[in-house]
């Protein structure tokens, strides 16, 4: 069994996260600093980056934002820095990641930042954890010998302590003996002795010592506040029992590490984990427990390389299809050349006989062919112009549709938002010179009114004006979308694969106002409690499915009805050249299916 070695970049939250979570959310009104409230953004977002969660995604690109506004250069290096994680972690795009982090380097030597050591550190993780040991220790050395010059005496013990561990993984076991016991030298952050402990270990286990590392494991279990790996190396201590058929205080262990099983937000730590408490109780005789983890763990083992699957194993997968049809095509070749040869006197004579009464008809349907191909080039050409001018007239009327909201939302905004504020403001000067009690409630529920119709005005606005769309991109608006429905109590999934960056403003817009409108449906008029927004790259097409299990209608009655939700999505497809599809049962929910030519 291959033994995962730590990597020094981030503490992993195991318990309370929910609770952590809402600290830190709840904390983001009082925030005043803009660097301090980039720092939050940035901490939130690594929170959900190591729960593989696409909101990590929203709060980095808030951060770059507030940055990018303030001249904050330090705060978009490290913005640039979370959004690699969250590719890293979370959408295995390493391609990207590794873009990412390499931007931040150039701001940091732009703009003279110290903060480059740490991200070139962040790379050698990256690398490590994929297992590409080449490229992970090209990164470390570089970490490390800028660490040197700059006094950086942390990052020069993570440094080490990762370097010991690709030394390990490289089978060069003296070496990494030599940097990991270097690293307990530097007397800086003891917590990160922890995780030397652990490598140390398992260094030793890797080369059958299991007595000389049953010390230094066991002291990587050690609870403590500062040992943030204490339940997840509890794995590392049950291999070592079981090497040494050591059952003594294995009961608490257990009670531990099922505890990490139960609660652990790493899918790769929680398969690790059952495959040791299964050899464990495989050890001791009890082998109905030991199928159980083991099963457990495949379970989870097919989740992890479903989720490591890289452009490689793509690549290879393509190969292997091609060869697979050009033998196809080979083959089909083969057989077609036997048959030909067998039938090619009939072919013949077929063909001799076909000629013959082909050049007995040719001059009775020569002109009425002549006609009848005039007259469908004249029908083609008609339906084509129609078509055109059809389609020129819908691109009028959506372009001033959205100049319309462009221009209300502008209105509402700038005009009746700047009144409201305005109003609250003179408002608050009267109430602060109020006095009598009664007086006092009734200013509060006129001031909290006041304060309401700032924010449904600032609602309507952002509405009109794909304010999300033009920041984050398509995928940021639809997600911000089904966080809106969040909020609103729907049991929400958003699903975004393969879009592409590239997609033209106006159809990127009409994709938006889609969804917008078939949400507006849904909450309008379905009962819904579980709503699926998808939007899928595949080949040379966009494909939408909106779905939601509300109550249903009657499409046939609704699209001949005077209503006018159905006939605007319906022009919208039409409009991208795209086809959609109406599923939907009285009391049986509703699916819309659209697809876009891109």
């Not at 794995?235 to 531990?256: A, H, P, Q, W, Y």
């Amino acid at each position: 069994m291959k033994l995962f070695f730590f990597l020094l970049l981030f503490p992993i939250t195991l318990f309370s996260q929910e609770d952590y979570f809402n600290k830190l959310i709840d904390s983001l009104p009082k925030i005043k600093k803009t660097e301090d409230k980039v720092q939050l953004y940035v901490d939130i977002s690594w929170e959900y980056a190591l729960s593989s969660n696409d909101s990590a995604l929203i709060y980095a690109n808030k951060a770059l934002e507030l940055s990018k506004e303030s001249n904050y250069y330090f705060g978009e290096v490290i913005s640039l820095e979370t959004k690699g994680v969250y590719n890293e972690l979370v959408t295995g795009d390493y391609d990207k990641a590794l873009a990412l982090y390499l931007e931040g380097i150039q701001l940091c030597e732009d703009h003279h930042l110290d903060y480059a050591t740490s991200i070139y550190h962040s790379i050698g993780v990256m690398f490590h954890t994929s297992d590409n040991y080449k490229k992970a220790k090209k990164y470390y050395e570089i970490a490390y010998e800028r660490a040197l010059d700059e006094n950086k005496i942390e990052i020069q013990k993570k440094c080490l302590i990762n370097l010991g561990a690709i030394y390990s993984s490289l089978k060069d076991y003296q070496k990494a003996e030599e940097l990991l016991l270097k690293s307990l030298e530097i007397n800086t952050r003891q917590a990160l002795d922890f995780d030397t402990y652990a490598n140390l270990g398992n260094l030793y286990y890797r080369q059958g010592g299991y007595e000389e590392a049953l010390p230094y494991i066991e002291k990587s279990c050690l609870i403590s506040d500062d040992n943030f790996n204490s339940e997840a190396n509890l794995s590392f201590l049950i291999n070592v029992k079981v090497k040494l058929k050591d059952t003594n205080e294995m009961k608490g262990i257990l009670e531990r590490a099922i505890s990490f099983i139960d609660h652990s937000n790493s899918i790769r730590r929680k398969s690790i984990m059952l495959m040791s408490v299964s050899n464990y109780y495989r050890m001791i005789g009890d082998y109905e427990k030991a199928l159980n983890f083991r099963d457990d763990y495949l379970e989870l083992y097919e989740k992890i390389k479903e989720k490591q699957r890289d452009e490689t194993v793509y690549e290879l997968e393509a190969s292997f299809q091609n060869e697979k049809k050009e033998r196809e095509i080979a083959e089909q070749k083969l057989v077609i050349k036997e048959k030909n040869q067998l039938l090619f006197g009939s072919v013949l004579l077929g063909l001799l006989l076909i000629a013959m009464i082909f050049f007995l008809r040719k001059r009775y349907l020569y002109h009425e062919t002549i006609n009848q191909q005039k007259e469908e080039i004249s029908k083609k050409k008609i339906e084509a112009l129609q078509q055109e001018a059809k389609l020129i007239a819908l691109h009028s009327v959506i372009e001033g549709q959205e100049k319309e909201r462009l221009r209300i939302a502008k209105d509402l905004h700038d005009s009746l938002g700047g009144l409201l504020s305005s109003v609250k403001t003179h408002f608050s000067t009267m109430t602060n010179q109020c006095s009598d009690v009664k007086e006092m409630e009734l200013t509060k529920k006129t001031n909290l009114l006041i304060d309401n119709a700032c924010v449904e005005v600032r609602r309507i606005s952002h509405n009109m004006m794909p304010h999300a769309l033009r920041m984050s991109g398509l995928k940021g608006a639809i997600e911000d979308l089904g966080e809106q429905l969040s909020v609103d109590g729907y049991d929400v999934s958003v699903e975004i694969s393969y879009l592409p960056e590239n997609i033209d403003e106006t159809k990127k817009i009409t994709i938006y106002r889609l969804f917008q409108e078939l949400i507006s449906n849904i909450k309008k008029h379905s009962n819904a409690k579980k709503v699926l927004l998808q939007i899928v790259k595949h080949e040379n097409q966009l494909m939408i499915l909106v779905e939601d299990d509300g109550k249903g209608f009657d499409y046939k009655k609704m699209k001949n009805s005077d209503g006018i939700g159905v006939k605007s999505i319906n022009s919208r497809v039409e409009f991208l050249n795209g086809t959609i599809h109406w599923d939907t049962v009285i009391n049986g929910g509703t699916s819309v299916t659209i697809n876009i030519p891109i």
